[in-house]
């Protein structure tokens, strides 16, 4: 089996229940809509988990895992396996199964990030890509051309995830030279921990960029500045009790950049135009 996941709407997991036994778990990456179903591993035979050693640090103890390379080979019940950065979260990889033609699992995946390093992947006959949330036909200049304009308001709220886009977004707008960036406490140890146990992961030179915006960024006082909160839909953590204590104010502007999960405040923010 690859990835075995949550959501994304909230308490949605995958009906395992015909599946049967299964030999392998390969997780491409940590993210929950990828590793977040693992408590059903005893539906499935409690087969050993193959994952990189980065995401292998954030499961519970007692959970039987089995390291992959971030970009390598291994083996896994004869088969071989290649790995390589995926550009998409910290201990991301594709995989890459030595099956017929090759068999090429993607995952989440980007070549463009600032933030994540990309190693391309070999050919392979079959390829499988993640197409969850369905297409964005706005070029990453449009999306960045977006971001800019935010830095002419005087106070922005930007729910994020803790280890994904969050951290790019922060990276992008310290690179923009934003005077009053402020982040939350979830935010700032994923920075850290990125800068440190994590940089295998990032590009080469970003470690050092992401320790300072860790120690110079501020927290969060009230509607000012660029405010990266975690989570991304508001559903809980930081962003979920400013988002409940902002809702009915005019500041800051509220920007969600993911996917609007239905029954999420994301969701109900936008429609109702108190976000964007």
């Not at 950065?85 to 990030?113: K, T």
């Not at 994923?190 to 110079?216: H, P, Q």
């Not at 409940?244 to 920007?255: C, H, K, L, M, S």
Request: net charge negative; charged share 20%; aromatic share 4%.
């Amino acid at each position: 089996m690859i990835d075995l996941g949550y959501g994304p709407q909230p308490g949605r997991l995958p009906n395992v229940d015909g599946v049967g036994k299964v030999d392998a778990l390969l997780l491409s990456h940590g993210h929950r809509d990828h590793a977040g179903g693992i408590a059903m591993l005893s539906k499935i035979g409690n087969p050993p988990i193959y994952a990189t050693e980065i995401v292998a640090r954030r499961f519970p103890s007692g959970i039987n895992v089995r390291a992959l390379p971030m970009s390598g080979t291994a083996e896994v019940l004869g088969v071989r396996i290649g790995t390589g950065r995926s550009g998409h979260a910290p201990g991301g990889v594709w995989l890459h199964l030595a099956l017929g033609d090759g068999l090429l699992y993607m995952g989440d995946n980007s070549s463009e990030s600032i933030l994540y390093a990309y190693d391309p992947p070999p050919r392979a006959g079959t390829v499988i890509l993640d197409g969850s949330y369905g297409s964005n036909d706005a070029t990453l200049a449009e999306c960045q051309k977006k971001f800019d304009a935010l830095l002419e308001s005087s106070a922005v709220l930007l729910p994020v995830p803790a280890d994904g886009r969050g951290p790019e977004i922060a990276l992008y707008f310290a690179r923009k030279g934003c005077p009053a960036l402020r982040i939350d406490e979830t935010m700032r140890s994923s920075l850290r921990r990125m800068a440190d146990t994590e940089r295998a992961s990032l590009r080469e030179g970003v470690a050092a960029e992401l320790a300072r915006i860790a120690e110079t960024a501020g927290a969060i006082d009230g509607p000012r500045g660029i405010i990266l909160a975690t989570r991304a839909d508001a559903t809980e953590g930081e962003s979920a009790r400013l988002v409940q204590q902002w809702e009915n104010a005019t500041d800051p502007v509220i920007v969600f950049s993911g996917d609007l999960t239905p029954g999420t405040p994301a969701e109900r923010l936008v429609k109702n135009g108190r976000a964007r």
